[in-house]
């Protein structure tokens, strides 16, 4: 029997990656898998690519690794230039650049897994389509199946949501481990995959490593992460604390109902006092109990 920790979406979260390292050593594992997501949001994305190639693990890159890879290149889309919006790239490109650069740079964008004793896996951090598409778990069958079509192996490994799931559509079956470094449905605690495998296919545990968040928020502020990326700083920290989403809903609401105000503390105030819900996709409408301090 084949046995896998999935381990997705890290985040430039180390004291998450490391609650998760430490709950893991109770199991014997053959391979770690990364489906993509390893720097960005969080302050320790430096740390963490050290740790996941000191470490070897099989990883590919997701849409954060984009962000750094494309930032200030021909490459870059013209809305990158919105520093309300994208105020993070340059605070992100400053922490990893020269080796961890180079790094990143090699990674592939998908993975084929393909082990003697378990049906073969693909590995992609959205969807085979886009690293940017995501696949929920309430995702309409017809969409995962256009998203799918001419995928060969049975098994499939997919990040980017953050919401764990396990779930069996057409000839697919199809896994997310849910976010080490930010959870966002609702819940605290690193989010991890562990994956059995055998003649009869892949069998998935989720589990969830508490960590100590405070070493995570003395970095924020060691780095003046709100001085240096403005509104959206203050976004992110509240992702961080209350396990929710926060940007998405407030680029949403600007964009339908102040489209032409300035991102700015005033316009922050302002989205603090709307009922953010209406905003959020469907998806992340889970562990409602959870919805206290948004």
């Not at 896996?121 to 995962?144: C, F, L, M, Q, T």
Request: proline share 8%; aromatic share 10%.
């Amino acid at each position: 029997m084949t046995r896998l920790a999935i381990l997705s979406d890290m985040h430039g979260n180390l004291p998450a990656l490391e609650a998760v390292l430490s709950d893991l050593s109770q199991f014997k594992i053959d391979r770690v898998i990364v489906p993509g997501d390893v720097i960005n949001w969080g302050p320790f994305s430096a740390q963490v690519v050290d740790r996941v190639a000191r470490e070897g693990w099989a990883v590919i890159r997701g849409n954060n690794e984009f962000y750094l890879l494309d930032y200030d290149t021909p490459r870059a889309p013209e809305a990158w230039t919105d520093r309300n919006h994208f105020s993070m790239l340059p605070w992100l490109a400053g922490q990893l650049n020269g080796r961890r650069h180079d790094i990143i740079a090699t990674w592939p964008d998908t993975l084929h897994l393909r082990f003697p004793d378990a049906p073969p896996i693909r590995v992609v951090h959205g969807s085979p389509r886009s690293n940017r598409e995501p696949i929920y778990p309430i995702s309409a069958e017809a969409d995962i199946e256009a998203m799918l079509a001419g995928v060969e192996e049975t098994t499939v490994i997919a990040g980017h949501t953050h919401l764990a799931m396990d779930r069996c559509v057409g000839r697919w079956h199809i896994l997310n481990p849910g976010s080490i470094g930010v959870p966002i449905d609702g819940r605290p605690g690193a989010s991890y995959m562990l994956l059995e495998g055998n003649e009869s296919g892949w069998h998935a545990t989720i589990r969830r490593a508490d960590f100590d968040d405070a070493p995570l928020f003395a970095e924020f502020e060691r780095q003046s992460f709100i001085e240096e990326c403005g509104v959206i700083a203050h976004l992110v920290l509240e992702e961080f604390k209350t396990h929710r989403l926060h940007i998405h809903p407030f680029v949403h609401w600007r964009s339908a109902c102040r489209p032409h105000a300035a991102v700015d503390m005033n316009l922050l105030a302002e989205f603090k006092q709307i009922d953010p819900w209406p905003y959020i996709p469907p998806a992340f409408h889970v562990n409602l109990p959870g919805l206290a301090g948004f």
